[in-house]
C-alpha cells in the first residue's frame, strides 16, 4: 500500500494557491487546469509512445520468426538463433510489461483520480467566490453538473490528445518504417488509408462536436431541472404538481434525446465508411504482399507482418474513432462548463484589501442608489447614519427597500453610486470575509445545511465546543426539541442530520437553530430580517429576554412587519420607494400622523398587512 501511496502523492488534488478567474478559451481554460499535473502527462506520453514502438517491433519480430522458421534447420534452430529469441523474450515477458506497469501506475495512482479533483476543488471554490446575483440566476443543481462534468471533460480531453494520439501517431509511423523496410510499395496501402480516414474524420467529427456541444448544454439543463424539483419536493407535494414536474423534466429529457439521435446517426455512417475502408486496406496490403512475394521481393515474413498489422490496424481504427468522438463530446462538454466557470465575478476584493475592524460598529450610508441593475426601484439616495451600539428598525410596505439595504450591507451586490462606511472604513475597500463575520444575520427564509444540528449551530463559530453550542441553543429555546431529535439514521440530538435546507424541521425549529447561530457568533453588528416572524407567540416571548440581551452593546437592524417587534428600538427607520420618509422613536412616529402612524393603525394583533403592489417581490 505504501508503495501506491507514493505514487497518490505525486500529484496534489487539492491545491493550496489562491484560486484565479479561468480563462474564457478552451486551450487557455485547460492549461489552466493542467498545467500542475502536466509533467506526469508527459511521462504518461513517453511511455505510451515507447509501448507503441515496442507493440509495432513485435510484428518486425514475428515476420523474422516466421523466415526462420521456413528457412532455417530445425537441428540446429536454437543455436543458430538462439540469442536473438532471448532478447524477444526479454521483450515481451519483461519490457512490455513492465513500461506498461509504470505507465498504469502513475496513470491510475499519479493522474486518473488527483487530475480531475484538483479541477473540481479549484473550480467550486471560485463558484463559492461567485456573486450572490450569480446564484439567483442559475441552477444549483446546473452549477454542480458543470463543476462535476467539466472537471471528467478536462481531464478526457487533455489525456485524449496526449496519451491516446500519442500512441497512435507513433503507432502508425513506427509500422510505416516497418513496412517501407521491406519494400516501399507495402507502405502505399497504408498512406493511402491514412489519407482517406483523415477526410473522413474532417467530415464527420466537426459535425459531431457541434451537436456534442449542444447534447452537453441539453445534458445540464436536464441535470438542472431534475434537482430543482428535488430541491423544491415540498412545494410539488403540496401543490400535487407530480405530473407537471414530470413533463417539465420530460421536455428537457427530449431535448437531450434531440441531441443523441443525430449523434448516433452520424456515427452509424461514420461506421459503414469505415468498415469498407478498412476492408480496402486489408485487400490491397494482401494484393500488394502477394504480388510481391511471386516477385521475390518479400519474404513470408514480410507478409505475416503486412496482415497481422492491417488487423490490428482495423481494430484500433474502430478505438480511434470512438476515441476522437469521446475527445470531441469532452471538448463540448469543456466549452459548455468553461462559459458558466470563467464568467466573471462581480463583486471582488479590490487587491490587498485589508480586513474591517470593528471598535464602535457604527454604519453609515452614504447617497446610496441601487436598482439590481434596472433603471429606477429599490433604493434611491439613501442616507442614514447608525451610531456605533444604536439599534434600529427598518419599517415599510414590502419593495420599500428594506432587505436590499441590509444586502448591501452585507454587500451581496455592489453600490451602483454612493459608498456605506462601517467605523469610518468603506465596505468596497475591505476583504468581503472580515466584512461578513463582523455581521450576524438572522433572516426570514431560514435555509440550514444538510449536515447535523451540531454543524449548523457552529456554523456561526466552527471552532465552539459542544457546551458552548449548547448553551447558545438553550438562549434560542431549541436545546429541548433538538435532544428529542432522531434522523432516518438514529443518529439522535445534536449529531442528528437536519436534511436538506432543513426540511425536517418545522419553520419554526429552524428559525431558532438560525438564531442560535447568531447567538454564537456574537457579531458586533445584527441584522434581524424578521428572526422571529416563524415563531409562535409563546416560543418569540421565550427567547426575546436572549435576544435582547444579545442586541447589548451591539448595533442592530431589525425588519419586521410584526410592528410591536421593533417599537422599543431606539429609532425606527421609516421607508417608502428606497427612500427615507419618516424617522424617530415610535411614539413620536405614532403621533407624527404618517406612514408609520397609518401601518400601526391597521395593524391586526401587531402584524402588518398592507403590502406594495407595484413592487411585491422587492423587500
Known sequence: MSFFSFFEGLSEPFPTEPTGKPPATLFAFLWFYTKSVFPWLLVIAGLTALISIL??????????????LSQSNQSTFIKDEGLTLFWIGTVIIVLIPLTSFIHSVILHQTVIGNYPMSIRWRAHNYMLGQSYSFFQDEFAGRVAAKVMQTSLAVREAVMKVLDVMVYVIVYFISALVLMGSFDKLLVLPFILWIVLYALLMKYFLPKMKVISRAQADARSE???????????????????????????????????????????????????CLSALNAALLFGVGAAAVYLWIQQSVSVG??????????????????????LSSLFESVGVVYDGMQMLSEETTVKNVKNAPALTVNTGSINFDKVRFHYGKKSGAIESFDLTINGGEKIGLVGRSGAGKTTLTNVLLRLYDLEAGQVHIDGQNISQVTQESLRQNIGVVTQDTSLLHRTVFDNIAYGLPDATQEQVENAAKRANAHDFIVDLVDAKGRKGYAAHVGERGVKLSGGQRQRIAVARVFLKDAPILVLDEATSALDSEVEAAIQENLTSLMADKTVIAIAHRLSTIAMMDRLVVMDQGRIIELGTHQQLVDGNGLYAELWSRQSGGFLTEQNPANPDLG
Do not use: C
Open 302 to 323: 514480410a507478409v505475416a507482418v503486412g496482415i497481422g498489422l492491417v488487423l490490428r490496424i482495423q481494430g484500433m481504427s474502430q478505438w480511434i474513432m470512438w476515441e
Open 55 to 68: 507493440e509495432v517491433s513485435l510484428f518486425g519480430y514475428l515476420g523474422n520468426l516466421v523466415d526462420w
Open 222 to 272: 436536464m441535470t438542472g431541472r431534475v434537482v430543482d424539483s428535488y430541491t423544491n419536493i415540498q412545494t410539488v407535494k403540496l401543490f400535487a404538481h407530480s405530473g407537471r414536474e414530470s413533463s417539465y423534466a420530460k421536455q428537457s429529457m427530449q431535448l437531450f434525446l434531440d441531441t443523441v439521435h443525430p449523434q448516433m446517426r452520424l456515427v452509424t455512417l461514420l461506421n459503414l
